[in-house]
């Protein structure tokens, strides 16, 4: 049977690659606003009567893009979260074995 080995700094590094996505994906929402927002979506289609129906429509897919990219900014973070936590309680359980087999 090989052993197994959990490295908690392996484990923050990894943690902070979700977080550098969560923060990347937050740096892309921020650009994504500005050009998509209702007034630049009417500024792009002008005011005609017929328009009206196309613009309703990109103005709200604008607002699901961000909500869902929103979610996703944040379930990255709280998965960044949940492996921190398992590297510190990792570690935690690696000095108190080691302890327990140094007679502590």
């Given at each position: 049977?090989?052993?197994?080995?959990?490295?908690?700094?392996?484990?923050?590094?990894?943690?902070?690659?979700?977080?550098?996505r969560a923060?990347?994906?937050?740096?892309?929402?921020?650009?994504?606003?500005?050009?998509?927002?209702?007034?630049a979506i009417?500024d792009?289609?002008?005011?005609?009567?017929?328009?009206?129906?196309?613009?309703?429509?990109?103005?709200?897919?604008s607002?699901?893009?961000?909500?869902?990219?929103?979610g996703?900014?944040?379930?990255?973070?709280?998965?960044?979260?949940?492996?921190?936590q398992?590297?510190?309680?990792?570690?935690?359980?690696?000095?108190?074995?080691?302890?327990?087999?140094k007679?502590?």
């Amino acid at each position: 049977m090989s052993g197994f080995h959990i490295d908690p700094g392996e484990m923050a590094k990894f943690a902070k690659s979700f977080e550098e996505r969560a923060q990347e994906l937050g740096e892309a929402l921020a650009k994504f606003r500005p050009k998509t927002d209702a007034e630049a979506i009417h500024d792009g289609f002008g005011m005609l009567t017929e328009s009206e129906e196309v613009t309703s429509a990109y103005i709200e897919l604008s607002g699901d893009m961000e909500k869902t990219v929103e979610g996703l900014q944040k379930h990255l973070g709280k998965i960044a979260d949940g492996i921190k936590q398992n590297a510190k309680n990792t570690e935690a359980a690696d000095e108190a074995l080691s302890g327990i087999f140094k007679g502590k």
